[in-house]
C-alpha cells in the first residue's frame, strides 16, 4: 500500500503562484507514475501533470502547459506541483495520485491523457482557489 498526504493549497489572486506536496509512505518502490488531478464542482476530473518516477519523464495537460511545473524529491519521497500565473479557471480540488502501471508514462504520452491510467493510490486532496 501506498499513502499519499497533499498539502500547500490555499487562496490565491489571480496570477499568483502556489507549489503543492504530496509525500509519500508505505511500498512507493513500487509506483511508476505520479500526478495530480483536479476536480472542480459540475465538472468532469482533469489530469493536469504526471511524473515518471524512475526517470524524470513528464506529461502535462494543455490547460498548464508553461505555467506548472511538476517535480519529485526521492530523498524525501515528496511529489511537488509547481502553479504560476494561476487563472480562477485553476481553482479545483488537487489530488495526489500514483500508479504502479509499468508503462504509465508510454501510455500517457502516446494517448495524450492521463485519462488512459488507472491511477490506484489517491490522496485527500487539496483545494485550491483562485480569485479574479
Known amino acids: 500500500q501506498v499513502q499519499l498526504v497533499e498539502s500547500g493549497g490555499g487562496s490565491v489572486q489571480a496570477g499568483g503562484s502556489l507549489r503543492l506536496s504530496c509525500a509519500a509512505s508505505g511500498y512507493t518502490y513500487s509506483t511508476h507514475c505520479m500526478g495530480w488531478l483536479r476536480q472542480a464542482p459540475g465538472k468532469e476530473r482533469e489530469g493536469v501533470a504526471a511524473?515518471?518516477?524512475?526517470?524524470?519523464?513528464?506529461y502535462y495537460a494543455d490547460s498548464v502547459k508553461g505555467r506548472f511545473t511538476i517535480s519529485q524529491d526521492n530523498a524525501k519521497n515528496t511529489l511537488y506541483l509547481q502553479m504560476n500565473s494561476l487563472k480562477p479557471e485553476d481553482t479545483a480540488m488537487y489530488y495526489c495520485?500514483?500508479?504502479?502501471?509499468?508503462?504509465?508514462?508510454?501510455?500517457?504520452?502516446?494517448?495524450?491523457?492521463?485519462?488512459?491510467?488507472?491511477?490506484?493510490?489517491w490522496g485527500q486532496g487539496t483545494q485550491v482557489t483562485v480569485s479574479s
Open positions: 495520485a500514483a500508479t504502479d502501471a509499468e508503462a504509465c508514462m508510454t501510455a500517457i504520452q502516446a494517448l495524450g491523457g492521463m485519462y488512459v491510467i488507472r491511477f490506484n493510490y
Open positions: 511524473i515518471y518516477t524512475g526517470g524524470g519523464s513528464t
